[in-house]
């Protein structure tokens, strides 16, 4: 009988290259912003998958459709504040109603890039995430996208 001790279980670490990714389509047409968001970290930062590692980048691409649809709960359309520094000695603020009618995709972005972690990784991760509205039609069809139900609570 051997010895317990002389029992060694090993720990899988991913390497760089080793990490297959696959492509995944969402549809964002009446979904939560957070709950939807917090789910896409997940898939880019590879959390999804029992190989992950923190070091490296285990993500997938994620293909968001209509985020032009996209919700919010409760009266954050219209108290939700977007703050960003000018350079200035002032604040520039706008409320999400006023980002949405600018820029839909920005309200997504912003909320999954604060759910990634701080580091140089997650720059990485980020531009695996695509974007489109409803008027727009997406333009990978070629790595054929897996569809993936996300924000569902």
Not at 138 to 147: C, G, I, R, S
Request: aromatic content about 8%; charged content about 25%.
């Amino acid at each position: 009988m051997k010895n317990s001790m002389t029992l060694t279980h090993k720990t899988y670490m991913a390497k760089t290259g080793d990490v297959e990714q696959n492509w995944y389509i969402v549809d964002a047409t009446d979904k939560v912003v957070g709950r939807l968001a917090s789910d896409i970290a997940m898939v880019l930062m590879g959390k999804h998958r029992p190989t992950y590692t923190p070091h490296v980048d285990t993500g997938d691409y994620v293909i968001v459709t209509n985020v032009d649809k996209v919700v919010f709960t409760g009266r954050k359309w219209e108290n939700k504040r977007y703050t960003w520094t000018t350079g200035y000695t002032r604040l520039r603020s706008e409320s999400a109603q006023e980002r949405f009618d600018r820029q839909p995709e920005l309200i997504l972005r912003e909320a999954v890039r604060r759910m990634l972690p701080k580091n140089k990784l997650a720059v990485k991760m980020l531009a695996k995430l695509k974007l489109y509205t409803s008027d727009q039609q997406h333009p990978h069809q070629a790595q054929n996208p897996q569809p993936l139900e996300l924000g569902n609570k």
